[in-house]
């Protein structure tokens, strides 16, 4: 595997010129908004349509097994476990698409794939053949579509706007699945009380639908994808780690990502759930309500975005991420005193871990698109993808056992402290350093 060396400074776009689509502009050639940019709007609505989506099949798929199949307890974790398992292939499965020409089509045709999967469970249901094995392969194959979708997606939004939109464009998306987690689950349970959760996993079916449909109108001018002679998806997913590994850049992204993940998934939405109503004797209505606001502060975060990099710098924005995200977990801890205190308590903390998780989502994002050399996108999209998530399941498994053996308590306090210790991996790094995406030190092959 080939070292990096630094490449002259260039502005971001350079490194993929050919292949993208320039944003909006007026007359005097002035950037403009990108809602008047078309492929932007088309892509942006078909995401938002099919996160609305998602957030109804959240709910929908486990009551599935719970009401129609009447699954134990186990069995509902199953979905979760399958739902994320294909992103432990994510190297072989980015490797794969990286060989493909034709990104945006593979896109569309994960969305009709899902489409018609979903679509297979209310017809079960109706015709009475619904199984639980039926549930869990739909689940499975619909997050391995996803993968595939996501590894493509990475090279598809570098063609489609010019770097300077990065940050922008990311945070117009992560505004858009902020606004679905906080009206998704409200619409999902209303259609699974007036259709029956298997009849209301049609509105996600159909969601993805609309989202192809929209994605075939998209334009842009694809990269073809060049392949060595006679290299494999096995040698492809290697090379994508190894550049991960090697990328200074992305190897500190990938350790900070990885720390924040596994610490902050100690907890999950079970355990806050848990710690809420145990720890802090709150009635359901006011739990939902504190997790609602806890949306609320994603959807802020995905706003300002843009606007903290622009005046801190990008790479600072990360940082202040970093330590934002995780650190809220511990004021829930002190949460005491009458019920109003306790639900305003955790409803801060929420709100808190929202706003950071969205700042360092949306910087963190736009800083990879640009690092990235375009030639690796999608293996390089898997590689990451397959540490960064395959480590989730670990934390939520070590989470529980720690909250059994020393408290609830401590297991937030540990979450709080060992996620803000993923700063350490961006100090030495050049992240902090990064002001906008166009000053940013290029890095490639030795051998490009």
Known sequence: MTPWRAASRRAASDASSRHVVSGPRDASGTATS???????????????ISQAGDRVSEVAVPLIAVTALDASAGQVAWLTALAWAPNLLGMLLGAWVDGRPGKRRLIIGCDVFRAVALLSLPAAWLWGTLTTAHLYAVVLLCGAAGVLAGCAFTPFF??????????????????ARSASFIAGPALGGGLVQALTAPVAVVV?????????????????AEAVPERRQGQGVWQGAREGLALVLRHPVLRASLGCTTTINFFTFLTGSGLVVLFADRELGLPPGVIGLTLGIGATGSLVGALVAPRVSRRIGIGRAVAVGTVLFPAPFALAVVADGPLWARAGVLGAAQFLIGLG???????????????????VRSRVTGAYSTVNYGVRPLGAVVGGALAGGAGLRTTFVVAAVGGMLSLLWLLPSPIPGIR?????????????
Do not use: G
């Not at 990108?34 to 088309?42: A, E, Q």
């Not at 969601?207 to 929209?214: D, G």
């Open 158 to 175: 570098t063609w489609l706007l010019p770097a300077s939109s990065y940050v922008d464009a990311n945070s117009k998306f992560s505004a």
């Open 204 to 220: 996600d079916a159909v969601s993805f639908l609309a989202s192809a449909l929209l994605l075939r109108r998209v334009r842009v």
């Open 34 to 48: 990108l809602w008047r940019h078309r492929p932007f709007l088309l892509t942006w609505t078909s995401s938002a």
């Open 357 to 375: 998780v969205m700042l360092f989502d949306v910087s963190l994002n736009s800083l990879m698109a640009a690092a990235i050399p375009v030639e």
């Open 436 to 448: 906008t995406l166009d000053s940013m030190e290029r890095y490639e092959p030795a051998d490009a």
